[in-house]
């Protein structure tokens, strides 16, 4: 938990302050006395006296009582400049800018370790090494610019990175973007992206707390923190937007270079966010403009009107909504011949709505009360208005402006003139307004925004399993792979129904199961991992001589134990599966089945425990979806059961967590069944 007085300090001490601002002592220091923090200002530096005009001290030792000491000095120094001021001081709080720790190998790691004992011990609060610091309306903490107008209202911002929350609020600040704290967690040594989190979620007001968190994350290492509190965040009324980055090989090692910390998989952190009712976002672009829209009147609704004085533009924004999900629908009622009417001709008011360059501020605001009031088919509106710089627009911003402020419906300006129109928009945004200066970018963020899940239930009901007799067949097995029959009980214990099945050793067997199980047969070897790769399997098996002569094939095919007999049914492939990952716990997954989830690759994962809901959210969302549906005349598949196989799956690895990696493929599914013909488990504990 976050000790008060890293966020609240009476008093301050630049340990390492300096009067040359271009060093990170002298510029914090600078910060900090800019921005008018109330209490008291100490420094150290041996080197320098009378340090911007700040009461300077040779050494800790001759210090005062203080709060939040902010560290700028070598790291071999550090360790014993900490203990001094937890022992001697009272400090509780601790922002370490230095660098040199474990983001620089073992020797590095051991000094930030000592530190974090220290501070731990008197139940301090330690953000970085290796960070910007902390903007607060308290204090500006930070040796970086820019330093934002801070305003409550805005967003809270964390971040692994110090130099990308720079860049994301030089590209955020110019468009009106307002910023409330900004964290830079730095090597995370105690508190990371998921503590502070935690904090906001702990100690929100309604009444006063930041309702936008920005994230930009390079190593989650507490996942279910992480899930916990973004999700209680949201649901308490915020909204959350993260950037996960590290997601290839050649991101990983980048990351690993900048944090000295390992990406987490990415399929898990996707499946994370989509279970917490995180925004994920790819870019800073993208963050920018989701935080934006996130700013704005919420939309109730899909439908989007398009309000332009220039034809291209509108085109990129339909086709930007439309691949996003979103929709641009056709105008054409009374209410739209009217409002026609009232412009000049040659305009157009069948979506987009185009009233042409020759409009007026006047047609402007005539246009949205009528989309606002008279169009009950549009939920929201786009408006995109520039200038080719003959003519100054600030009547058209300010209707804009007057717009947003009565208007039920959302209005998202569009404003791309940022030359031409550059004191109209300094004008805009001086009144508290946010733009955006590409329609195409504001298109995919709004789809993503509307069609981004609420949180995952945290209460649901699952499905009923013997979970006794699933930690007996775990409890007994050994790491490694489970043999058929522990597979088989397994799926049983879960309620995963099944083909009818059996191993055989000797063909007297297969012949005597052959006439059981009925004809046709799947014979299949039992030993190699991929059995169609060495001939290992056996389809359309039809009478006695095709059984003997199969199984003495492929009972001498090398690494062959046995040979397991099926039941040969019908149906479209599918595919179930599970992973254990590490931190996250298990991933579920879903996707068509054989060997189309090797070449289409149309897999949707899940975090468990998975809901109803989630595992149909999953099955939706893959690419081959209409299939499900009975695509081309074929046969649908029974959405429910699959769906409820999907939570067995997620159930049985709920109970039994030392599955590291499950797959049942193929599953057949048919309109009135759906069942698992294959699968393999593997145990690691």
């Given at each position: 938990?976050?000790n008060?007085?890293?966020?609240f300090p009476?008093?301050?001490?630049?340990?390492?302050?300096?009067?040359d601002i271009?060093k990170?002592g002298g510029?914090?220091?600078k910060n900090l006395i800019?921005?008018?923090?109330h209490?008291?200002?100490?420094?150290?530096?041996?080197?320098?006296t009378?340090i911007?005009?700040?009461k300077?001290?040779c050494?800790?030792?001759?210090?005062?009582f203080?709060?939040?000491?902010i560290?700028?000095?070598a790291s071999k120094?550090?360790v014993?400049?900490?203990?001094?001021l937890?022992?001697?001081?009272k400090?509780?709080?601790f922002i370490i800018l230095?660098a040199?720790?474990s983001?620089?190998?073992a020797?590095?790691?051991?000094?930030?370790?000592?530190i974090?004992e220290i501070?731990?011990?008197?139940?301090g609060s330690l953000l970085?090494?290796n960070?910007?610091?902390?903007?607060?309306?308290?204090?500006?903490?930070?040796?970086?610019?820019?330093?934002?107008k801070?305003n409550?209202?805005?967003?809270d911002?964390?971040?692994g990175?110090?130099?990308?929350?720079?860049?994301?609020m030089?590209?955020?600040?110019?468009k009106g973007?307002?910023?409330?704290?900004?964290?830079?967690?730095?090597?995370s040594a105690?508190?990371g992206?998921?503590?502070i989190?935690e904090?906001m979620?702990?100690?929100?007001?309604p009444?006063?707390?930041p309702?936008v968190?920005l994230l930009y994350i390079?190593?989650?290492s507490?996942?279910a923190?992480?899930l916990?509190h973004?999700r209680?965040?949201i649901?308490k009324g915020?909204?959350i937007a993260a950037?996960?980055?590290?997601?290839?090989?050649a991101?990983?090692?980048?990351a690993?270079?900048?944090t000295?910390?390992l990406?987490s998989s990415?399929a898990a952190a996707?499946?994370l966010?989509?279970?917490?009712?995180?925004?994920?976002?790819y870019g800073?672009?993208?963050?920018?403009?989701?935080a934006s829209?996130f700013h704005h009147k919420?939309?109730?609704?899909s439908?989007?009107a398009?309000?332009?004085h220039a034809g291209?533009?509108?085109?990129?924004?339909t086709?930007a909504l439309?691949d996003g999900?979103?929709?641009?629908?056709?105008?054409?009622?009374?209410?739209a011949?009217?409002l026609?009417a009232?412009l000049n001709?040659g305009?157009?008011?069948a979506?987009p709505?185009?009233?042409?360059?020759?409009?007026?501020?006047?047609?402007l605001?005539?246009i949205?009360?009528?989309v606002d009031?008279?169009f009950d088919n549009?939920d929201?509106?786009?408006?995109i208005?520039?200038?080719t710089?003959?003519?100054?627009?600030?009547d058209?911003y300010?209707?804009?402006?007057?717009?947003?402020?009565?208007?039920?419906?959302?209005i998202y300006?569009v404003?791309?003139s940022?030359?031409s129109?550059?004191?109209?928009?300094?004008?805009?945004?001086?009144k508290g307004r946010?733009?955006?200066?590409d329609?195409?970018?504001l298109?995919?963020?709004?789809a993503k925004?509307f069609?981004n899940p609420l949180?995952?239930?945290v209460?649901f009901?699952r499905?009923?399993t013997d979970?006794?007799?699933?930690?007996?067949?775990?409890d007994?097995?050994?790491?490694?792979?489970?043999a058929p029959?522990a597979v088989?009980d397994?799926?049983?214990?879960?309620?995963?129904?099944?083909s009818?099945?059996a191993?055989v050793s000797?063909v007297?067997?297969?012949?005597s199961?052959?006439r059981?199980?009925c004809?046709?047969?799947v014979m299949?070897v039992v030993?190699p991992?991929?059995?169609?790769?060495?001939?290992?399997?056996a389809?359309n098996?039809?009478?006695e001589?095709t059984?003997?002569?199969?199984?003495?094939r492929m009972?001498m095919?090398?690494?062959?134990t046995?040979i397991l007999?099926q039941?040969m049914?019908s149906?479209?492939?599918?595919?179930i599966?599970?992973?254990r990952?590490?931190?996250?716990?298990?991933l579920v997954?879903?996707?068509?089945?054989g060997i189309?989830i090797e070449?289409?690759?149309?897999?949707?994962?899940g975090l468990?425990?998975?809901s109803l809901?989630?595992?149909h959210?999953?099955?939706?969302r893959l690419?081959g979806y209409?299939?499900?549906k009975?695509?081309r005349g074929?046969?649908p598949i029974?959405?429910?059961?699959f769906?409820?196989i999907?939570?067995r799956?997620?159930?049985?690895v709920?109970?039994?967590?030392?599955i590291?990696?499950?797959?049942?493929?193929?599953?057949?599914g048919?309109?009135?069944?759906v069942?698992?013909?294959d699968?393999?488990?593997?145990?690691e504990?």
């Amino acid at each position: 938990m976050i000790n008060e007085k890293l966020l609240f300090p009476y008093s301050i001490v630049v340990v390492g302050g300096s009067n040359d601002i271009r060093k990170p002592g002298g510029r914090v220091l600078k910060n900090l006395i800019d921005g008018k923090f109330h209490g008291d200002i100490y420094v150290v530096n041996p080197k320098e006296t009378d340090i911007q005009g700040q009461k300077t001290y040779c050494s800790v030792h001759e210090l005062p009582f203080v709060d939040l000491a902010i560290i700028a000095i070598a790291s071999k120094f550090a360790v014993e400049t900490v203990e001094i001021l937890t022992k001697n001081k009272k400090t509780k709080a601790f922002i370490i800018l230095s660098a040199g720790f474990s983001e620089e190998g073992a020797e590095g790691k051991n000094l930030e370790s000592k530190i974090v004992e220290i501070i731990e011990s008197v139940g301090g609060s330690l953000l970085g090494p290796n960070c910007i610091g902390a903007l607060t309306p308290e204090y500006h903490g930070v040796f970086t610019s820019p330093i934002p107008k801070l305003n409550l209202k805005g967003c809270d911002f964390i971040s692994g990175s110090g130099a990308t929350a720079c860049f994301i609020m030089e590209a955020g600040i110019p468009k009106g973007l307002p910023f409330a704290r900004i964290f830079s967690v730095g090597n995370s040594a105690q508190l990371g992206i998921e503590e502070i989190l935690e904090y906001m979620d702990e100690t929100f007001d309604p009444a006063k707390s930041p309702r936008v968190k920005l994230l930009y994350i390079e190593n989650i290492s507490r996942p279910a923190m992480l899930l916990k509190h973004a999700r209680s965040l949201i649901n308490k009324g915020c909204k959350i937007a993260a950037i996960k980055a590290g997601t290839s090989e050649a991101g990983k090692r980048a990351a690993s270079s900048h944090t000295g910390a390992l990406a987490s998989s990415d399929a898990a952190a996707d499946a994370l966010f989509r279970k917490a009712g995180i925004v994920r976002c790819y870019g800073r672009d993208e963050l920018i403009y989701v935080a934006s829209v996130f700013h704005h009147k919420e939309m109730k609704g899909s439908n989007i009107a398009i309000i332009t004085h220039a034809g291209g533009p509108a085109v990129m924004l339909t086709d930007a909504l439309s691949d996003g999900g979103m929709n641009v629908p056709h105008i054409n009622s009374p209410a739209a011949n009217e409002l026609l009417a009232t412009l000049n001709p040659g305009s157009s008011v069948a979506n987009p709505i185009d009233f042409l360059a020759t409009g007026t501020a006047e047609q402007l605001g005539n246009i949205i009360d009528c989309v606002d009031k008279r169009f009950d088919n549009i939920d929201a509106m786009v408006i995109i208005f520039g200038t080719t710089g003959l003519t100054r627009v600030y009547d058209a911003y300010d209707m804009i402006h007057l717009k947003m402020k009565t208007a039920g419906k959302p209005i998202y300006p569009v404003l791309p003139s940022v030359n031409s129109a550059s004191d109209e928009i300094r004008h805009f945004l001086d009144k508290g307004r946010i733009y955006f200066q590409d329609e195409v970018l504001l298109g995919y963020a709004l789809a993503k925004v509307f069609h981004n899940p609420l949180p995952a239930a945290v209460d649901f009901q699952r499905p009923v399993t013997d979970h006794s007799k699933i930690r007996s067949i775990i409890d007994s097995a050994g790491n490694g792979y489970l043999a058929p029959d522990a597979v088989r009980d397994l799926l049983d214990a879960a309620g995963i129904p099944r083909s009818g099945e059996a191993v055989v050793s000797s063909v007297e067997d297969a012949v005597s199961i052959a006439r059981k199980l009925c004809y046709p047969l799947v014979m299949k070897v039992v030993g190699p991992v991929h059995k169609s790769d060495v001939g290992g399997v056996a389809l359309n098996v039809k009478n006695e001589a095709t059984v003997v002569s199969e199984f003495n094939r492929m009972i001498m095919i090398p690494e062959t134990t046995a040979i397991l007999m099926q039941p040969m049914l019908s149906g479209t492939e599918l595919f179930i599966g599970a992973k254990r990952e590490e931190k996250f716990g298990h991933l579920v997954m879903c996707g068509l089945g054989g060997i189309f989830i090797e070449i289409l690759k149309d897999v949707v994962a899940g975090l468990a425990p998975l809901s109803l809901n989630e595992a149909h959210d999953m099955m939706t969302r893959l690419k081959g979806y209409k299939v499900f549906k009975g695509a081309r005349g074929q046969e649908p598949i029974n959405e429910e059961l699959f769906a409820e196989i999907i939570t067995r799956v997620s159930a049985l690895v709920e109970a039994a967590p030392e599955i590291y990696e499950m797959d049942i493929n193929p599953l057949l599914g048919k309109q009135d069944k759906v069942v698992a013909v294959d699968a393999r488990i593997r145990i690691e504990k």
